[in-house]
């Protein structure tokens, strides 16, 4: 029975692709609406006209898509609550600022930038907190009159009262502000458009959101808004907030440290399904510390209550180790599909669908990201083999692997290619067969022959798959006449 009480959403800004630190924010909103029934929201807050970009958007959707995070209600599906674009609805944000300024719970500013800069200069000199005048509260009808004539546009700020605000985070526990620190600030700018701590509050409001889920880079808004909710006699929301996530230097997450959009890491063959369960782990763990976990087992042992307030560290080895066991467990027919993309640069025609599994199945154990497929894969296609030059000197030229390399050139013509458990036998026999070379020997000869390294699929496949005259070619052009 679903519980048409909880309401959550997620709200990023069309101005870049979606970062992983807003994908992780949204997870926990998805895992809250799910495991209690709720509703999951999406809404575009694109207020920055300069800077927000439709194909933003879209990149919005694609990562969330992928990521399995699936929403109720948005600018794409609709719902019972939007317009879900802040753009839809500057009427409505510049209609309450107004509501607020005729119960004289906000006034206009008249106040240019050059004015503003002035009087925060001179509180930096008398070292003292900035906060604005006032000056614009009690103009006379001259003074407006004056600035209209200038052609000056207003601004509208919030009339900020004297209290102590106090509010109860599921995840810090309670936490208080003082509002003698907070000045009175824009809600609407003197170009129309509305602020954020203003534009989030209506659009929460109208959207019946019941709990705010977000990073605790938001919690010095969280006053503001609690403020123009209780100017608007309206119910406040639950708020939780969520640690950051960090790099592995403990600052923030950035370019420098590589990818920082979830498309970016998609992009790079991580598997979404790997991604989400990563992240998920960013500053929550299940109570068995279980870490390999599929969605539904993530939202049933999801608890809000039990998110850490601490920053998470974005560990990259951990989630390619991550990535990695999801690629093992993948059925051979998942992963085969999954990799079709990555073999644009061969031809498949030479191979079954059969044979492109094996292939497949053979690299999959030493798979970190889906993008190591075409390397990997490599010596798979063409008639020749590229040995560079350190694999030539220190395994093909010895003198016991060209002895090797001969033998195993005589062997290749007895060999059932297409019995793949005889080939193992057969390889087994020929091992023997080089009394007084170790099995390592033996087998780097053969493998840097016919693959042009030391490590990679099991060389019975190889042989397999590369055939009678693609491994006699090979060989023959290893020996060193």
């Known amino acids: 029975m679903a519980n048409n009480n909880i309401r959550v959403r997620i709200a990023p800004s069309p101005t870049g692709n979606l970062h992983v630190g807003t994908a992780r924010t949204a997870l926990f909103n998805y895992l809250f609406a799910k495991k209690n029934k709720g509703k999951f929201i999406l809404r575009i807050e694109d207020t920055d006209l300069k800077r927000s970009k ?13 990521m399995g995070l699936n929403w109720d209600e948005g600018p794409d599906i609709g719902g019972e609550y939007g317009p879900y674009k802040q753009s839809d609805k500057l009427e409505t944000y510049k209609n309450y600022a107004q509501k607020l300024v005729k119960q004289g719970k906000a006034y206009y500013c008249w106040c240019q930038q050059d004015e503003i800069e002035k009087e925060k200069n001179k509180a930096a000199k008398e070292k003292i907190s900035y906060k604005y005048s006032r000056k614009c509260k009690n103009l006379t009808q001259e003074q ?5 004539v200038e052609g000056r546009e207003p601004a509208i700020r919030f009339c900020t009262l004297s209290e102590k605000l106090m509010f109860d985070d599921i995840v810090r526990g309670q936490v208080e502000f003082d509002t003698n620190l907070i000045d009175d600030f824009v809600i609407i700018k003197s170009n129309g458009t509305p602020t954020y701590n203003f534009a ?5 409001m109208e959207m019946k959101i019941s709990h705010v889920i977000r990073g605790e880079d938001h919690i010095s808004n969280t006053p503001k808004q609690i403020l123009i909710y209780k100017a608007l006699d309206r ?50 763990s299940p109570a068995d510390n279980r870490e390999i976990l599929e969605l539904q087992e993530i939202i049933n042992l999801f608890k809000l209550e039990k998110v850490s307030p601490s ?29 079709r993309n990555y073999f644009k640069d061969f031809d498949l025609s ?20 889906l993008n190591e497929i075409p390397e990997a894969v490599v010596y798979f296609f063409g008639d020749n083999v590229k040995i560079d030059e350190k694999i030539q000197k220190d395994v093909i030229e010895l003198p016991e692997s060209q002895q090797v390399l001969n033998s195993f050139k005589e062997f290749a013509h ?9 080939i193992h036998n057969q390889l087994a026999d020929f091992r023997k067969s080089m009394t007084g070379l170790k099995p390592k020997q033996i087998m780097w000869a053969v493998r840097a022959a016919l693959s042009g390294r030391t490590q990679g699929a099991d060389i019975a496949i190889i042989v397999s798959l590369l055939g009678k005259g693609r491994v006699l070619n090979r060989v023959d052009k290893a020996i060193i006449k």
Not at 144 to 148: I, P, S, W
Not at 200 to 204: C, E, F, L, R, Y
Request: no cysteine.
């Open 144 to 148: 407006v009159e004056q600035y209209k």
């Open 200 to 204: 989030v509050v209506i659009d929460d």
């Open 350 to 369: 030479i191979y079954s669908e059969e044979q492109l599994s094996h292939i497949i199945d053979s690299i999959r154990k030493n798979l970190v990201t």
């Open 54 to 66: 439709e194909k933003y958007t879209q990149n919005i959707y694609e990562s969330l898509k992928s």
């Open 414 to 422: 007895t060999i059932d290619y297409g019995n793949l458990d005889k």
């Open 235 to 284: 119910s406040i929301p639950v708020y939780a907030h969520v640690g950051m996530i960090l790099a592995p230097d403990r600052s923030k997450l950035s370019k420098r440290h590589g990818a920082t959009a979830v498309s970016e890491f998609i992009a790079q063959g991580y598997l979404p399904e790997a991604f989400v369960n990563f992240l998920s782990l960013l500053g929550w």
């Open 311 to 339: 920053p998470a560290i974005f560990e990259l080895d951990k989630l390619n180790w991550m990535n990695g066991q999801y690629i093992k467990n993948l059925s051979i027919q998942d992963l085969t599909d999954r990799a």
